[in-house]
């Protein structure tokens, strides 16, 4: 069992930033990779970027150059800093990790946590 949670949402003005906090917790598991997703409202959910265990990355188009995704020194931790914030960055956030224990590969989502691009 992983628990992954969210955190540094909230309402910022188009063309500033955000940094958004991901911690996986969960004894018996080694975390492999992570990423960011979002869902728009009424939108499907999209990969935003992500990130390996080694630190390889990888980025929608829609947030290269803007976006940066990181890893904290335990790997269980990763951060996404945004900037240059658009409207249409609005979205809930969710963070994903994917684990293993001795036999077995899991997926884990956090519950989200709401970015609101506005003026």
């Known amino acids: 069992q992983v628990q992954v949670v969210e955190s540094g949402g909230g309402l910022v003005q188009p063309g500033g930033s955000l940094r958004l906090s991901c911690a996986a917790s969960?004894?018996?598991?080694?975390?492999?990779?992570m990423g960011w997703y979002r869902q728009p409202p009424g939108k499907g959910r999209e990969l935003v970027a992500s990130?390996?265990?080694?630190?390889?990355?990888n980025y929608a188009d829609s947030v290269k150059g803007r976006f940066t995704i990181s890893r904290g020194n335990t790997k269980n931790t990763v951060y996404l800093e945004m900037n240059s914030l658009k409207p249409e960055d609005t979205a809930v956030y969710f963070c994903?990790?994917?684990?293993?224990?001795?036999?077995?590969?899991?997926?884990?989502w956090g519950p989200g946590t709401q970015v609101t691009v506005s003026s």
């Open positions: 990130i390996t265990s080694s630190g390889v990355t």
């Open positions: 994903k990790a994917r684990a293993r224990d001795v036999l077995t590969q899991y997926q884990y």
């Open positions: 969960g004894s018996g598991f080694s975390i492999d990779d």
